[in-house]
């Protein structure tokens, strides 16, 4: 069974979606990334969708539903590197994601998280 | 597919060249086509002692009357040519059409008197030379026709890319000044072209000047949430400036609700306020000549 590697860099959880995102694959990420953060305390999770070019409305509702959940857990998500297609679709789908924090890229989106947990301490 | 069975005629007729040049150039300039504003006469007498002379060549060698044929092409070339150039400079289709129309009296009369003593010469020379130059007449419409198609949709490409220029203010910074009204073609075509700058330039913040937008109605509001909600989940903030006070009246008076989106009244305070945010500052400086 495929699942989606969840890395940890210091205070933060790292997950790269690099393969074409299906439902299961996508329940597994939303009980394995609960179960991280948990587990390691985190404060927050950052989400790479660069290489995701196809979302459905299942997809773009996982991924507001893991960033409701992490908020539950005490951790700020975001999510970066969505494509332009990307977005138009999950915007025409009727899911602007609202209460996700997004970036351009990785990099970015670690400066966020940081200034983010900067601001609650 | 018939041939023009009339080698003789043609010779006659080209015995008569000059003749006819003269009574054609008669028949042009006297007509209410002529149009002595758009055309001189000198390029008027090139081009039809032009086209007589290709249109008598072609003839003499045995054609047919499938003016499609290869060995129209000469003609049709040079007709083709004619058409374009009359269809920029002005001309309604039916000036542009008499010029081969015109050719048929003239035609006609050295025909007649030519073959005034066989009249069923007569009566085929003139059916073929008819159908012939009706052909060519309507050649020269149809190119006229895609000549001012062409113009018109390259027009309308031009239109789509002038009309959504996305422009790097600053660093991080990017100005989408809309200018004209915003249906759903081109609001597709502006959130596309934002969303593409903001992955190149990896601008964190994109101002968008309504200024040149006439009127902002529920769909254009809309159409300017969904383009803010796509580039905030691609991980940039979206400001709109140049809003006019009567746009700010409809706004609230038809219930539309801009929510988080900041706005602001013209560009320079959206840019003063993009500034802040990405932590640039524009001072004047000092002791400096103007």
New interface residues.
């Given amino acids: 069974m495929d699942r989606i590697p969840i890395l940890k860099m210091g205070k933060f959880l790292l997950v790269t979606i690099q393969v074409d995102m299906h439902d299961q694959l996508a329940l597994h990420l939303q009980d394995d990334l609960t179960t991280r953060i948990a587990s390691e305390r985190s404060h927050g999770v950052l989400i790479d969708i660069s290489s995701l070019d196809m979302v459905d409305s299942f997809i773009g509702r996982m991924i507001a539903n893991i960033a409701g959940m992490a908020r539950v857990l005490d951790a700020e998500t975001v ?6 297609s ?3 679709t ?3 789908l009727g899911l ?2 609202p209460g996700v924090h ?4 990785v990099e ?2 670690m400066a966020l998280l940081e200034q983010r947990v900067q601001e609650r301490l | 597919m018939k041939s023009i069975a009339a080698g003789l005629h043609v010779k006659m007729l080209q015995n008569k060249e000059a003749k006819l040049l003269a009574d054609w150039l008669k028949n042009q300039t006297g007509s209410h086509t002529f149009r002595p504003d758009l055309i001189k006469d000198s390029e008027l007498t090139e081009q039809s002692r032009q086209f007589l002379k290709l249109f008598l060549r072609t003839l003499s060698q045995e054609t047919s009357d499938e003016i499609m044929a290869a060995e129209w092409s000469d003609v049709r070339d040079m007709l083709g040519d004619v058409s374009r150039s009359r269809a920029l400079q002005g001309f309604t289709p039916s000036e542009t059409a008499t010029f081969v129309f015109s050719l048929k009296e003239p035609l006609f009369t050295v025909l007649s008197t030519e073959l005034k003593n066989d009249p069923e010469a007569l009566a085929d020379g003139l059916w073929s030379m008819t159908a012939l130059l009706d052909k060519l007449g309507l050649y020269t419409t149809e190119i006229f026709q895609k000549s001012r198609e062409e113009v018109i949709v390259r027009q309308q490409r031009e239109l789509l890319e002038l009309s959504t220029p996305v422009v790097q203010l600053w660093d991080d910074i990017l100005a989408l000044p809309l200018v004209g009204t915003l249906d759903s073609a081109r609001a597709q075509v502006v959130m596309e072209t934002l969303l593409q700058k903001i992955v190149d330039t990896e601008a964190a913040i994109a101002i968008i000047d309504i200024t040149g937008v006439p009127t902002v109605d529920t769909l254009v509001a809309q159409h300017l949430l969904k383009t803010i909600a796509a580039t905030r989940l691609m991980g940039a903030d979206c400001i709109i400036s140049g809003i006019r006070p009567q746009i700010a009246q409809t706004i609230v008076h038809l219930g539309v609700d801009l929510g988080e989106v900041v706005t602001k009244a013209t560009l320079a305070d959206a840019f003063a306020v993009a500034l802040k945010r990405t932590g640039s500052r524009i001072a004047a400086s000092q002791g400096a000549q103007p």
């Fill in positions: 999510v970066v590197g969505m494509r332009p990307v977005a138009i999950l915007v025409e602007p994601l997004t970036a351009l890229n970015k989106g």
